[in-house]
């Protein structure tokens, strides 16, 4: 049976069979605004609380105290986790963690020795294509940044942006084929009203939800709902009946 590292979000533990495998990295994308950040640091945090597994978060964006403040908001107090020797946030950027991550005995391999780091969040993956233009190079620089982390048998959660903020957008980014799961987070258009939909598109070597879920963000985080149904092109952001809904409203109204 596979190890598992749970988010400690039960229905989504149950999407992805009892949690994300053991070691895997594991890229979360969507556009701004649709909870990335959120569920990376409700994964890092629960796994501090429910499962005593201390976490790693890289940043390329926010400050530390940014983190701070943004967790306090769900009632997540990550400095006491740092005081405690559970967490640790380090500010930096792409050139520099490739570096020292890939450097046997450097700072971030002994940092995780040190703390017995077993989960990491990456935010965001996005930062690696502002580094190159040429999708080869950009795709060398995934796999083997990817490969460090899983190299070092950390769960990570790799955030991915995706600016378009309904459907699909062009990248040279190779990432997705590389991870070991795939999670889309995205806005859908309903009858004039605005929702967020997730989807597990990809977890290699394990069996997973197919399906299109409600999810909103609360004063705890993440809480998923209920299934789309009856909308076929969720995630294109063009949503529209499905077939059977549609033969089903039509057949009604006839009769």
Known sequence: MLDRSQFGVETLDSMLGGGLVAGSANIVEGAPGTGKTTLGMQFIVNGIEKYHEP???????????QYYHDALNFGWDLKKYEEKGMLKIIFTNPDVVLDEIDEMGGKIESLIDELGIKRCLIDSLTHFEYEVDDENELREMEFDFISSLKRESLTSILLRENNNLLGQTSSLS?????????????YVEIESAVSKAMLILKMRGSQHAKDIRRFQITEGGFEISEKFIGQDGI???????????AFMKAFVKAG
Do not use: K
């Not at 190779?174 to 995205?186: C, E, V």
């Open 235 to 245: 995630l294109s952001g063009s949503p529209m009946p499905s077939a059977a809904d």
């Open 55 to 65: 976490g790693l978060i890289v940043t390329f964006e926010e400050f530390p105290s």
């Open 174 to 186: 190779q990432a997705p084929f590389i991870a070991d799961s795939y999670i889309i987070l995205r």
